[in-house]
């Protein structure tokens, strides 16, 4: 899907989970690739694969119930399928970070926040407690956390959720990840903060250099954020592209219906009703044969949609769809 040299690879990614009710494909087939220092948006409803997809890359889904096949993941060159548990270990923090939507899953309520900084630090950088305690406070500073000598002392129930997430990045970017893989790092936070937030995550991405995955429900923050999008739709990649090329020339009618359902403020659409996409998300424990996005979708008409799943191809430099339209 590339010609340079990826940072992160992944290559037809599945990741099922077996549960009481059935066999959930929450990812199908999945390929992606991210550059040094790109910034790649990850979109799409609610259900559709995006945190799984990002937990799977990290190794980070409970087998079982979980089952992950891959024809590749690979991170720097390094085959993440084939680590062990300790060098995948070390891989996660020191070279690629997290953020999560809701800080507090990845904060430990029982330990001040400085302390988790602080170890942090220590456990990839090898520094003694001292320094990894003043690095801690520096980086709150570098987050805006103000008087963090005395923040860092507070616990994650004593801090606003605007301030936790700050403390998240500080945590993330302490190691100056070559990737980091942010899961809706703002949605839980009021609209002030979210730009703040984003300010924040953009100025700290300046300064280390790190590629970032963006995954996000909001086609505005991707537009301002990212280089190149991935659309997801049902567990699969639907279309991928650079930013511009997405938003001038949208292919999958999914992303078409995505990027019509975004409130425009020019005068002329004052007062137009929000468009949406008429339908649900097919349920992923019984994904129907054809396109699954044929039921919704405005355009199918062909056997072909009913019939059988179209496949990832390019049409045009780095614009990829998946859709029978386009043959
Ligand atoms: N541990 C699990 N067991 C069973 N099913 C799961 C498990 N984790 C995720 N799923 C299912 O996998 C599918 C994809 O979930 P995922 O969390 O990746 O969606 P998402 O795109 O991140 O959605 P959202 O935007 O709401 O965060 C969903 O149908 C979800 O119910
Ligand atoms: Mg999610």
Not at 142 to 167: F, T
Not at 213 to 229: D, K, P, Y
């Amino acid at each position: 899907m590339n010609n340079g040299e990826a940072l992160l690879q992944v290559m037809d990614l599945s990741t099922r989970f077996h549960t009481a009710e059935g066999t959930v494909r929450a990812v199908d087939r999945l390929s992606l690739h991210i550059n040094r220092g790109e910034v790649l948006g990850v979109v799409g409803e609610s259900g559709c694969g995006k945190s799984v997809t990002a937990l799977s890359i990290l190794r980070l889904i409970p087998i079982p119930p979980g089952e992950i096949h891959a024809e590749e993941i690979s991170f720097a060159r390094r085959n993440l399928l084939t680590l062990s548990n300790q060098e995948m270990r070390r891989i996660r923090g020191n070279s690629i970070s997290m953020i999560f939507q809701e800080p507090m899953t990845s904060l430990n309520p029982v330990f001040k926040v400085g302390d988790q900084i602080a170890e942090a630090i220590r456990l990839h950088q090898g520094a003694s407690r001292r320094q990894a305690w003043e690095q801690s406070v520096e980086l709150l500073r570098i987050v805006g956390i103000s008087s963090p000598e005395i923040r860092a002392n507070a616990y994650p129930h004593q801090m606003s959720g605007g301030m936790r997430q700050r403390a998240m990045i500080a945590m993330a970017f302490s190691c100056k990840p070559d990737l980091l893989i942010a899961d809706e790092p703002t949605t839980a936070l009021d609209v002030t903060i979210q730009a703040q937030i984003l300010e924040l995550m953009r100025e700290m991405k300046e300064n280390t250099g790190s590629a970032v995955m963006f995954i996000t429900h909001n086609l505005g923050i991707v537009a301002e954020n990212a280089q190149r999008v991935l659309v997801m739709y049902a567990g699969q990649a639907v279309e991928s592209a650079p930013v511009k090329e997405l938003f001038n020339r949208p292919l999958h009618p999914y992303t078409i219906g995505l990027l019509n359902s975004i409130p425009r403020r020019e005068k002329k659409s004052r007062g137009k009703r929000l468009a949406s996409i008429r339908g649900i998300v097919p349920s992923l424990l019984d994904i129907p044969a054809g396109c699954p996005f044929r039921e919704r979708c405005s355009e199918s008409g062909s056997d072909a949609c009913k019939l059988e799943a179209p496949r990832f191809l390019e049409r045009g430099a780095g614009h990829w769809v998946r859709c029978w339209k386009y043959g």
